[in-house]
């Protein structure tokens, strides 16, 4: 005979957080002996090749408040263009670079950094080159599935004009995924909502 289906009710919907930063990154949080160092903490290694520069991210909600409990995680190619990867068949990565990295955001200015290295340029499913850039995914109390992004660099404007997923944006809004620099600094502030509504990418 057929069990009653009454009992077996939808289990109650629940977004990313406020808990997603907290067990991902637990020391950052105060919560110390579960692992030696937070996953993702630290992207180079004392001997990794590159330019080494600091990437600092803010996330920023509707009403223009950085968001104090969001978790973001960069992927990257090293310096010579080739991603820390098995799928990458392009040549051999650098060993001393990670190409990965998670930060929570901080609870007083809602900033992260991330400590890298500027990446090289890479190629488009057709061959054409990239742009040097940073993917960025972003996981926040109230977000439901994580959103997708690219840092493009604010000193690398020719390379900028010729990247083939720029080229897609329309401007003004393309403007939204180049950091400028100041120093060794790209700062990088992500918009979820607004009139400076950060372009996001359906992957």
Not at 44 to 50: T, W
Not at 92 to 97: E, G, K, N, V
Request: aromatic fraction near 8%.
């Amino acid at each position: 005979m057929a069990q009653s289906l009454e009992r077996l009710r939808e289990s109650a919907s629940q977004t990313a957080g406020p808990y997603v930063h907290i067990g991902l990154t637990p020391n950052f949080c105060g919560i110390e002996g579960v692992y030696a160092a937070d996953l993702g903490a630290a992207m180079v290694g004392e001997k990794a090749r590159g330019d080494r520069i600091k990437v600092k991210i803010r996330v920023i909600d509707g009403a223009g408040v950085p968001l104090k409990d969001a978790l973001v995680e960069v992927w990257q190619a090293d310096a010579a263009g080739i991603y820390n990867s098995p799928s990458d068949q392009r040549g051999a990565a650098d060993p001393h670079f990670f190409g990965w990295g998670r930060q929570a955001t901080d609870m007083t200015s809602g900033e992260c950094v991330f400590e890298t290295i500027k990446p090289g340029r890479v190629p488009f499913f057709d061959g054409r080159p990239m742009a040097p850039h940073i993917t960025v995914w972003i996981a926040a109390r109230g977000i439901n599935i994580g959103l997708h992004t690219r840092m493009y660099f604010g000193d690398e404007a020719q390379a900028n004009a010729q990247d083939p997923v720029l080229a897609r944006i329309e401007q003004p809004r393309a403007a939204s995924l180049i950091a400028p620099r100041d120093g060794d600094t790209y700062s990088f502030d992500i918009h979820l909502q607004g009139e400076n509504e950060t372009v996001f990418f359906d992957i």
